[in-house]
């Protein structure tokens, strides 16, 4: 078993995903990676293992679950524990919803509603076992309040809000903890590449930002639970 906490973080290859693997290396986690870009993941994982993280490497689709389901199984049977994963794998399609499609929609559901569920489902038993364990859902703002353009995107992070609260509720009792962070606008390629890029990136967040936040509430004792953060732009 490794002696350090083992967190396993999703759309780990860019973003956010990339900004939390780095911090957690750095502050002594041992950090599975999962991201679509193979080579993206094998640069990180060098980087990691430079931060001296006991790093592997996932490469496939998180709406899968036989993905998932087997890849946990091979983290386990190597740490033999998961104290922690990151459900941050993410995508949107910011436009008008009268020029959107059904494809559009039930791409942005699989990555960003499947995904949380999957990797939830998949170490929940263990975690519940093992009366210890913290899921931390990246949300958004989004999934709070709705905005312009984002119709699709904003339904799947509302409905990962009701997801990680109903989850929360039934396994607190088992010393499991269930946490949505929701940023506002952070500077990556989902916004500055669409149509919601901010007029001047310098005044939104970071990806480093949602990372010093997710640090945060893992390294909160056990005992106690951050549910819900918001964590937005002081002064955009």
């Known amino acids: 078993m490794s002696k350090k906490e083992v967190v396993l973080v999703t759309g780990a290859s860019k973003g956010i995903g990339e900004a939390i693997a780095i ?27 430079s931060l001296n993280s006991n790093t592997i490497y996932f490469n496939g689709d998180v709406s899968n679950e036989e993905f998932v ?3 946990v199984n091979k983290i386990l049977e190597k740490f033999d524990k998961i104290d ?22 039930k791409e942005q ?8 569920y999957n990797f939830s489902r998949a170490v929940i038993n263990h975690m519940i076992k093992r009366k210890h364990g913290t899921i931390i859902n990246i949300s958004s703002l989004s999934g709070k309040v709705g ?11 509302h409905a990962v809000m009701g997801f990680s609260r109903s989850l929360m509720q039934e396994v607190r ?26 007029k001047n990136s310098e005044k939104v967040l970071y990806p480093e930002d ?14 106690a639970l951050i549910s819900e953060i918001e964590i937005r732009p002081n002064n955009p």
Not at 109 to 116: A, P, R, S
Not at 174 to 193: E, H, K, Q, W, Y
Not at 211 to 223: D, G, H, I
């Open 173 to 198: 009792k088992f010393d499991v903890r269930v946490v949505a962070i929701c940023p506002g606008s952070v500077v990556t390629d989902m916004i500055l590449n669409s149509p919601i890029h901010p």
């Open 109 to 116: 559901i699989d990555v960003n509603l499947y995904g949380v």
């Open 69 to 71: 389901t087997e890849s």
């Open 23 to 49: 911090k957690l290396a750095k502050e002594n986690y041992d950090v599975i990676i999962f991201g679509r870009d193979v080579q993206r993941l094998i640069k990180l994982k060098e980087k990691l293992v």
């Open 210 to 223: 949602v990372a010093e936040v997710v640090f945060t509430t893992l390294k909160l004792p056990q005992r």
């Open 147 to 157: 905005f312009q353009l984002g119709t699709m995107y904003s339904a799947t992070k």
């Open 84 to 105: 922690a994963v990151i459900n941050n794998a993410g995508i949107a399609h910011f436009i008008p919803f009268a020029e959107s499609n059904l494809e559009q929609f």
